[in-house]
Every structure is written in structure tokens, then in C-alpha cells.
């Protein structure tokens, strides 16, 4: 989804200076909670470390998958330009590479990854973006057979992420592909050049697995390099709309029309380094909320005007959006406590204490950013906890989850099959760092088929006490990453849910009385 950076991925040399070093420490400090704290999750290790091969961009992406259909996922991860990618599984309190003899690597450099059952035979398959093009891996009872699939990639670009969603209900998967300038005619902070902005793709499904390009047709090309793009429902019709963040660009949502177009709507978004995008109620009103995030404060501004002409403005900070409906959204990054905050790609919300309330956890620090070779950004972890009357987002290292190395993004999966949702760190040039959740709370887990008619879909579940949390299956989220499909509820304390409510985009509607605690619950 999150996500660019400082160009949303900038080539900036210059001395380090020390105003570039007060940035940094701007963008590193932090706003403990006061509170209690929570139990620190539990740090596990894992065989797999990304390689970037310069002359390539230096991403990876990940796709939490269930290659055999057990019960149990897996992490695709990918590798970097020769190096094999990995699949990790959780066995013996570690994560094992087991990519050998699935037939899922390849040697180009691996970017975006989307976990999805493409041809509805109840396998999961793979999408993934690679330096040299997108590829499907069909998946046969975890062996995949891979098939490259035809796009009219603009020149000098590369594929960074896949998104999918039945975009006109007809039953099928169609896919969006975010688009971004190759490494080597990438130019930083490039705002103007059009021959620099490379539009993305929009690929309708024939019902077969082949793909017609609607682009052009669809409306949906968006304006600049693009890290993420996420579909998502933002008004609640049962049709996916598409967020696109974009680098050295505004921020572009897409209005599903239901007849294979999109119409942009008008938001207030300034000229940003768009990179990650993070999707969530984050309010518990029922609808989906968007965390953009940003280079933050650990680059001077002036560092990154580029080409700007005079009257264009830019900024650095992230950028929070609550959903008030109607495609109107509010901007509460002060609000919420996130202002001010440093250099940032992918970003999850995930409710990681089982209090009810979704908090967030940002990948951060560039590998190109001389400063961030020395002095690394910890990464953040929030709690949301209420303070003066309103609620906010609070860093808590206490949860012992900070991640000093170069983080691309959070990914969210149950690991060891508790039911409790884990935290995977994926890192460019460095180690997957994988941590178990062992918050106390109570909490139910709703498993959700991986497939294409499921994508959208909203499980509301209502408390004894009047209380009703929404979480809603949206894929590609963080950058060029690809999340669990389980929606998960934090429950703290109460110990009754009256009931479940599974609404799905096609307009059925079930619902599962008091659904048990502490426990997966599958949904058919």
C-alpha cells in the first residue's frame, strides 16, 4: 500500500550537515506513553536476509500465504536482484526458509508480492512484481507453476506492487499495478517532468487469467511514480474503490462507478513523498480510515523541492485521514499525536494489546539517506490510548518491537496459530526480525477464505456492553506488501460477544451468534 520517500526515494548527496543532523533528531524523538505498558511480544528467529544488488531499486516485498491449506501461514518474502526469495514457515520456534522445490523464486530482483486465490480451485496463489515484469504462480497443493503475464509497462519503468479486487462483480480477480521510474533514470525530488511519471495499470480479467488493459478506459492511470496502491470500500456500496500514494505527487482516490470506471475525488493533498498506506477503523465508526506516510522531519525541506514551480507547496509529514463518509475525509495527524514524526515507508494498524482500539506500527529509515547510515530511526510502535477526553496514538518501545535496520514494512500474520496476530519486520539489505504476540487480553479471530470474492469484506462483532469494532479484508497494505486475510478483535477485559456480523461485498449477509473467545472461528 501503507507505500517512496524523500522523492518518496530520493538520490540526494551532500554533506551531512548540522542542519540535517537537527532534522534527524527531530524526526527520532519520541513520545513515550506514561501509561502502563504493556508485555514486550517475543522476538523469534529467522533464515532470511535481503541482498540489494545496486542498479536496481532497493526493495523487497512480502505475502503472508497458506501455500498448503493447513491452517498455518507462510511468508513469502522477496529476494533481491540473484538472490533466491524465501518462504518461511514457523517451525520450532523459529522461521525456516522452505522456498526449495515450490518453484516460486526467481532471480530478478523482487518487489511488491499479493497472496490471493486467482483461479478458485481453494489454493492460494502468488502475484508478484519483479524488476523484469509481473508474474503469477499458480499454486497446485504448494508447488506453484509460474506464468509471466502480459503488461504494457511504460519505458524505463518497473512493476512495484499488485493489487487485486473484483472490480466490476462478475466473480473474477482484476488487477492494479502500481508503477514506478526505473533505478537507473530515477531522478529525486522530480515533481514536473512527465517523461519522469510513469502511469500505472489497470488489468481487467477475461474470466480466464488472461488480462485486457482498461487504463485508459478505467481513468485510473494516476498522475506520478506510485510505491502503493490499495482497493479498498470507502463508502461502504460493497464496491472497491482505489487510494493511490503516490511519489512526489498528491495523494489520488478513485471512486468505483460500477460500470468498469472510476471518477477521482477531490481531496486535500498536498504535493507529498507518498510511500506506505495503512487501512483501518481506527475510530470504530464503521468505516476505513488512510495513514499515508511520509520522509517526516529527518530531511530538511529544502533539501526536496526539486523541481517545484512557485506556486506548488509540498510537505513531509505523514498525513492521517478520518473517514466522515461520502468520500470526506478530515485530517487528524495532529489530532492523533503523529505529527512531527521521522522518515517512514510501510505502515500497518493492527490492534497488537487486544484492547479494541487498532494501534500502528511504521517502518522506517532510507538506505540512501547518509544520516540514516549512522544513526538508524527505531521504527514505531503506537499503542492508541485515550488521553484528555480523545484518543491518540502513543510510541511504545516498551513493547520491544523497535527495528534499527533499513524497514520497508510491518507484516501482520498468527504465526504459530494462537490466534493472536504477530509482527514480521521486512528490512532492505537486512534480516527478516519476526516477534510472537503474548498480550493477555481476550479476543476472536475470524478466518477468512484468501479469495477474490472475499476481498472487501466487513465483519462487524458487537460487545455485552454495547461496543462494535469493524475490520475489513483489504490486501496490499503497508508497501509491497501483502497482509493476513484474518481479521482479528482485541477484547481486553470483556469476556461476550452477543454476535458476528459478515457482510460481503456481493450484499450477503450472515451472522454468528455469540462466537467464541480466545479461538479461531472460520468463515465459510
Known amino acids: 500500500m501503507k507505500a517512496g520517500s524523500m522523492s518518496t526515494y530520493p538520490q540526494i548527496c551532500i554533506t551531512v550537515s548540522l542542519v540535517g543532523c537537527l532534522f534527524l533528531l527531530s524526526g527520532c524523538a519520541s513520545r513515550s506513553a506514561s501509561l502502563a505498558e504493556p508485555e514486550p511480544l517475543t522476538q523469534i528467529p529467522a533464515d532470511f536476509t535481503h541482498v540489494w544488488k545496486k542498479g536496481t531499486h532497493p526493495f523487497t516485498g512480502a505475502a503472508v500465504i497458506d501455500i498448503d491449506g493447513d491452517g498455518r501461514f507462510e511468508i513469502f518474502v522477496g529476494g533481491g536482484e540473484g538472490q533466491r526469495d524465501a518462504l518461511l514457515s514457523y517451525r520450532d520456534g523459529r522461521l525456516v526458509n522452505i522456498e526449495r522445490g515450490t518453484g516460486l523464486s526467481n532471480m530478478s530482483a523482487t518487489y511488491g508480492s499479493t497472496a490471493i486465490d486467482m483461479d478458485a480451485d481453494g489454493d492460494t496463489d502468488l502475484l508478484v512484481a519483479r524488476e523484469d515484469g509481473v508474474y503469477l504462480y499458480l499454486n497446485d497443493g504448494g508447488r506453484f507453476q509460474e506464468r509471466r503475464i502480459p503488461v504494457n509497462l511504460p519505458v524505463d519503468s518497473v512493476p512495484f506492487s499488485v493489487a487485486v479486487a473484483d472490480i466490476d462483480h462478475d466473480g473474477d480477480g482484476d488487477l492494479y499495478i502500481s508503477v514506478f521510474v526505473n533505478a537507473k533514470t530515477f531522478r529525486s525530488a522530480t515533481f514536473n517532468d512527465p517523461m519522469h511519471a510513469k502511469p500505472n495499470r489497470m488489468l ?74 495503512a487501512v483501518g477503523d ?109 484518543r491518540m496514538f502513543h510510541h511504545t518501545p516498551s513493547l520491544g518491537i523497535e527495528n534499527n535496520y533499513f524497514g520497508q514494512s510491518p507484516v501482520i500474520v498468527d504465526l504459530n496459530g494462537d490466534g493472536r496476530q504477530d509482527l514480521l519486520w521486512l528490512n532492505i539489505d537486512g534480516p527478516v526480525r519476526a516477534f510472537l504476540n503474548t498480550a493477555t487480553g481476550n479476543y476472536i479471530t475470524m478466518v477468512v477464505p484468501d479469495t477474490v470474492a472475499n476481498v472487501g469484506t466487513r465483519i462487524s462483532i458487537e460487545t455485552d456492553q454495547g461496543r462494535s469494532y469493524t475490520r475489513a ?20 477485559r470483556h469476556d461476550r460477544v452477543l454476535r458476528a456480523v459478515i457482510q460481503r461485498p456481493n450484499g450477503q449477509t450472515d451472522i454468528i451468534s455469540a462466537p467464541p473467545l480466545n479461538t479461531k472461528t472460520v468463515i465459510h
Open 204 to 277: 481487467l480479467n477475461n474470466g480466464d487469467l488472461t488480462f485486457t488493459d482498461i487504463t485508459d478506459s478505467s481513468g485510473t492511470a494516476g498522475k506520478q511514480n506510485t510505491f502503493q496502491s490499495v482497493f479498498v470500500d470507502l463508502d461502504s456500496d460493497g464496491w472497491q474503490d482505489l487510494v493511490v500514494s503516490q511519489n512526489t505527487g498528491a495523494v489520488e482516490i478513485f471512486r468505483n462507478m460500477k460500470d468498469r470506471t472510476f471518477q477521482p475525488v477531490a481531496v486535500k493533498s498536498e504535493f507529498g513523498f507518498w510511500m506506505g498506506v
Open 473 to 492: 479484508v483489504i490486501g496490499s497494505v503497508g508497501t509491497m506488501t501483502d497482509q493476513t486475510p484474518e481479521l482479528s478483535f482485541g477484547l481486553g
Open 282 to 390: 481506527i475510530d470504530n465508526d464503521g468505516d476505513q480510515d488512510l495513514l499515508f506516510t511520509n520522509v517526516g522531519r529527518s530531511i530538511p525541506l529544502f533539501l526536496t523541492s526539486g523541481d517545484l514551480r512557485d506556486s506548488q507547496r509540498h510537505t513531509h509529514d505523514w498525513m492521517l485521514w478520518r473517514n466522515d463518509g461520502d468520500f470526506r475525509f478530515a485530517d487528524v495527524t495532529d489530532e492523533y499525536g503523529l505529527a512531527g514524526e521521522g522518515f517512514a515507508w510501510g505502515a500497518v494498524f493492527e490492534d497488537l494489546n487486544l484492547d479494541g482500539q487498532l494501534d500502528l506500527a511504521v517502518a522506517q529509515n532510507y538506505i540512501k539517506w547518509p544520516i540514516h547510515k549512522w544513526f538508524k530511526l527505531s521504527g514505531r510502535t503506537y499503542l492508541q490510548r485515550a488521553e484528555h477526553g480523545s
